[in-house]
């Protein structure tokens, strides 16, 4: 078991074995992704909400060469907290009402944290208000 305080820099170690395979699977989650997310929005975890959307279009922008002007590493890391999301039983079930989701929250705010000047820079290009992410 992870201590939640160790939850991004665990992230940060897997997504190391990320490959293409681990990414299309993401992208072939989007039902999974939309009906937990979606979840998120009703618990009023907005924020979460729309950086899961975020990511979610990022790898699949990337993925159909839309949007190219990324490293991998970034592309590796967002796919991770995707997988960690999809994760019903991570550090804190998502069973769990609201306080599941805390765990999920805190890995996405250390890739976000890790990934901020890709994030901002895709988010120009998307034409969106950055502040709905940070």
């Not at 009023?44 to 993925?63: C, G, H, P, V, W």
């Not at 970034?74 to 805390?102: E, Q, R, S």
Request: with cysteine.
């Amino acid at each position: 078991i992870i201590a939640a305080d160790k939850i991004p820099g665990e992230l940060m170690k897997m997504s190391d074995k990320v490959t293409e395979k681990d990414v299309d699977k993401i992208l072939h989650s989007e039902k999974k992704i939309t009906y937990k997310s979606n979840l998120l929005k009703s618990l009023r975890f907005s924020t979460l909400y729309n950086q899961i959307k975020l990511a979610y279009e990022m790898i699949n922008d990337f993925r159909s060469k839309r949007y190219t002007d990324l490293p991998w590493k970034t592309i590796t890391l967002l796919t991770v907290a995707m997988v960690y999301f999809l994760n019903p039983i991570d550090i804190i079930p998502d069973f769990l009402p609201v306080i599941g989701f805390g765990d999920d929250a805190l890995a996405f705010a250390g890739v976000f944290k890790a990934i901020q000047s890709d994030l901002k820079k895709y988010c120009m290009w998307k034409g969106y208000d950055t502040a709905k992410y940070f």
